[in-house]
């Protein structure tokens, strides 16, 4: 099957919307920049718990079990970092 050039026109994806200057102003504000370098952070410090101690998915349900989940990672790597300062 061939295409003729003027049926055929090239599939592309609809150019996304420009940012609009008050989100801007909002993104470039010192809190915004604050808040994405500690999510940055955070999740960091999760991958690394997560692949140093054998995260996996958690078998509690809700918040409260992520939280609990999440305070047995921290409390072992606390541990863990304890042990190396005493000896």
Known sequence: ???KPSA???SRFPARP???RARKAT???PGFRK???WRTGSEGRI???KHTYG???TQLDGKEGAAIWCGHAVFA???VKIGALAS
Do not use: D, F
């Open 27 to 29: 993104e470039h504000g």
């Open 55 to 57: 995260w996996n998915r």
């Open 47 to 49: 991958s690394y718990l």
């Open 77 to 79: 790597h606390n541990l």
């Open 35 to 37: 808040l994405v370098k």
């Open 18 to 20: 420009r940012p609009h």
């Open 1 to 3: 099957m061939t295409c």
């Open 8 to 10: 055929c026109t090239p």
